[in-house]
T-cell receptor
Framework: DAGITQSPRHKVTETGTPVTLRCHQTENHRYMYWYRQDPGHGLRLIHY???????DKGEVSDGYSVSRSKTEDFLLTLESATSSQTSVYFCAISESTLRGPSSYNEQFFGPGTRLTVL | DAKTTQPNSMESNEEEPVHLPCNHS???????IHWYRQLPSQGPEYVIH???SNVNNRMASLAIAEDRKSSTLILHRATLRDAAVYYCILLTSARQLTFGSGTQLTVLP
């Protein structure tokens, strides 16, 4: 299994408080992703990173920010959590390029963080 | 964005083959077809991918229609541990995985 850990694994917080989720990898993969998954739905991409200090928005980026100061760590921050951000958050890593003719972009996923915003 | 259509749920008996269909009528020539699965309380895991030709690996086989507008994931002998949500995904030129709702596979003992 790919070496991906997420912390915390569970968190309960209140509306309006800041929250930071951490994704840590030991694979030295270049690409890292944050997804959220809500009941009855597939995963939706929040933000992704294609290198240290290089990040871009995904499908549902409003209300979230990210940072990547080291290859192994990708942080997801909710500046002011809202109840609509209650979800399970998954981090993923990939070593293949986002833009290339032969990339198959296999992603390896972490165990997830269950966040509840009251 | 290119989209896929899958049945919401399917059932299979243990140790029998399972064919999971996926329609992707708007696929373009450079889109790869990927399958991931998500076991209960886990993150998704890669199963298989292909472009035009049928593909086999240790987990499954992928049969791609000649016109590429549909594909089928084949589990040759379903086990209880194969019970999961299976996602058919088109990897487009943006190279981002866009998950749909997937097919919930139930394996009956």
């Amino acid at each position: 299994d790919a070496g991906i850990t997420q912390s915390p694994r569970h968190k309960v917080t209140e509306t309006g408080t800041p929250v930071t989720l951490r994704c840590h990898q030991t694979e030295n993969h270049r690409y890292m992703y944050w997804y959220r998954q809500d009941p009855g739905h597939g995963l939706r991409l929040i933000h992704y990173s294609y290198g240290v200090k290089d990040t871009d928005k995904g499908e549902v980026s409003d209300g979230y920010s990210v940072s990547r100061s080291k290859t192994e760590d990708f942080l997801l921050t909710l500046e002011s959590a809202t109840s609509s951000q209650t979800s399970v958050y998954f981090c993923a890593i990939s070593e293949s390029t986002l833009r290339g003719p032969s990339s198959y972009n296999e992603q390896f996923f972490g165990p997830g963080t269950r966040l509840t915003v009251l | 964005d290119a989209k896929t259509t899958q049945p919401n749920s399917m059932e299979s008996n243990e140790e029998e083959p399972v064919h999971l269909p996926c329609n992707h009528s708007t696929i373009s020539g450079t889109d790869y077809i990927h399958w991931y699965r998500q076991l209960p309380s886990q993150g998704p895991e890669y199963v298989i991918h292909g472009l035009t030709s049928n593909v086999n690996n240790r987990m499954a086989s992928l049969a791609i229609a000649e016109d590429r507008k549909s594909s089928t994931l084949i589990l040759h002998r379903a086990t209880l541990r194969d019970a999961a949500v299976y996602y058919c995904i088109l990897l487009t030129s943006a190279r981002q995985l866009t998950f749909g709702s997937g097919t919930q596979l139930t394996v009956l003992p």
